[in-house]
């Protein structure tokens, strides 16, 4: 039933798992599927670029629905385009991109929301006192402040040197 790359019992019963999901993600895993043996059935599916990886999910391409004999289904409020009144391609390319967009939510009472918290005070502030607000060490508050604050969650931080020589951070 798979087409062109010979696939694995494992990848193909993957594969039908996400193509039977609405949104195409793999995810969860067969319970036997952990540790290296995830990484390397997933990195097997990216190589053959049967899935895509997306903000952290793998989700399915339509080379991944072909390999088992399937169609990416056609999300709701999008008509397919051999009906009669169907929408243009241009109006169905945007009709979906809007189905995709997603404001990041941040769960409340999380470290990342402390140290979020922390940083919208006015004065801003310093790693040290993030550091006290959720028991990571510097180096693990520095680098959600880049890479979740402000990469993936899109807030501007503001950063000053106060009197004292500390460098205080806020959200702008």
Known sequence: MTTQAKLTETQTTILRAAAGRPDGNIEPLPPNV?????????????????VID?????????????AVGKQRPVPKGVQKMD?????????ATHALQKLEVTAPTIRPGTKLA???????NPDGATVAQMMAGTGWQAHTVRGAISGMVR??????????????????????
């Open 34 to 50: 952990r540790g290296g043996a995830r990484a390397k059935v997933i990195e097997g599916l990216l190589t053959r670029c049967l």
């Open 54 to 66: 997306a903000d952290g999910r793998h989700l399915l391409t339509d080379a991944g629905y072909a």
């Open 83 to 91: 009906a009669p009144d169907a929408l243009t391609k241009r109006e």
């Open 114 to 120: 402390a140290i979020i918290d922390a940083m919208r």
């Open 151 to 172: 990469k993936r969650l899109g807030y501007e931080v503001a950063t000053e040197k106060g009197k004292d020589g500390q460098r205080a951070y806020r959200i702008a």
